[in-house]
Structures are given as C-alpha cells and as structure tokens.
C-alpha cells in the first residue's frame, strides 16, 4: 500500500462491478463519493481508501491559494531601470502559475498595469482544456 493510500479518506463501498476478460480481469469499487478504485481483486472490506478525494482535497487546497488574491492580485513587481528587463517579469509568474496548474504557458495570461511607478497584476486568466478540467476535476 502506498503513502497517498493510507493518508486517503475511507468511504464506504456501493458496489464491485467485474470488467474485462480473461486473464485482464479489473474490479472497479464504486464509492459513495461517486468516485472508483480499481482493483486486480474484489475486496470484502466495506470501506476502502479513495486516493481520488485526496487528491482533489489538495487541489482545493492549491486552488484556494490562487483564489484569495493575497499571492497575486495587486502584487507589486520590482521594476528594473533597464526596459527589456520588464517585460520578462509577467512571463515569469505566467510560467509559474503554469506548472502549478499543470497546463501550457501559453494558456495563461497575466494583465499589469501601471500604478505610480510600480507595475502591479491587474489580472490573470487560466484557459483550461476539457481534458484538464477533467483533470483537475478529479474524475
């Protein structure tokens, strides 16, 4: 048993459903929180670990970081003194948000604007694909 399963919450069992044919038998364990755990066997336990709920519960946990606006909106970018300098700043935190969400640097995008002399995050977009918000959806 791994790490990720034994940190997973229990749910209870609704069903065991046989898939497959001969010699590549899968037992799919449907969960009461909808999600599935497959399995070489049919388990007699009625409650198994569901990794998948762990799993988005991390996810929650990233999304909320992103969601609060503390870490991005509105925060100052230090300017340097020579112009091509700058412009690599908004590509870097586009890069950054990138890897955390798993998805291209070019499906992000970061809007700044000038305030005084500062150049702060007005906004930012995150252009998700079905198979990522299938993804990062968790099922």
Same mark, same amino acid.
């Given at each position: 048993? =791994?790490?990720?399963?034994?940190?997973?919450?229990?749910?209870?069992?609704?069903?065991?459903?046989? @898939?497959?044919? %001969?010699?590549?038998?899968?037992?799919? !364990?449907?969960?009461?929180?909808?999600?599935?755990? #497959?399995?070489?066997?049919?388990?007699?336990?009625?409650?198994?670990?569901? @990794? =998948?709920?762990?799993?988005?519960?991390?996810?929650?946990?990233?999304?909320?970081?992103? $969601? #609060? /606006?503390?870490?991005?909106? $509105? !925060?100052?970018?230090?300017?340097?003194?020579?112009?091509?300098?700058?412009?690599?700043?908004?590509?870097?935190?586009?890069?950054?948000?990138?890897?955390?969400? /798993?998805?291209? @640097?070019?499906?992000?995008?970061?809007? =700044?604007?000038?305030?005084?002399?500062?150049?702060?995050?007005?906004? $930012? %977009?995150?252009?998700? #694909?079905?198979?990522? @918000?299938?993804?990062? $959806?968790?099922?």
């Amino acid at each position: 048993m =791994t790490t990720e399963h034994r940190r997973s919450p229990r749910r209870k069992v609704e069903s065991i459903e046989r @898939v497959g044919g %001969w010699g590549s038998v899968r037992y799919i !364990h449907r969960l009461e929180c909808g999600h599935a755990e #497959s399995r070489p066997r049919a388990s007699s336990a009625p409650k198994l670990a569901c @990794v =998948t709920c762990l799993r988005v519960e991390n996810l929650d946990r990233e999304m909320k970081k992103f $969601g #609060s /606006g503390e870490e991005i909106v $509105g !925060h100052p970018i230090d300017i340097d003194d020579q112009p091509g300098n700058n412009d690599a700043l908004p590509d870097r935190l586009a890069a950054t948000i990138a890897l955390r969400f /798993g998805v291209p @640097v070019e499906a992000v995008g970061i809007n =700044t604007e000038f305030v005084g002399n500062r150049l702060e995050v007005a906004s $930012g %977009w995150v252009f998700l #694909s079905a198979s990522d @918000v299938h993804r990062l $959806g968790g099922k």
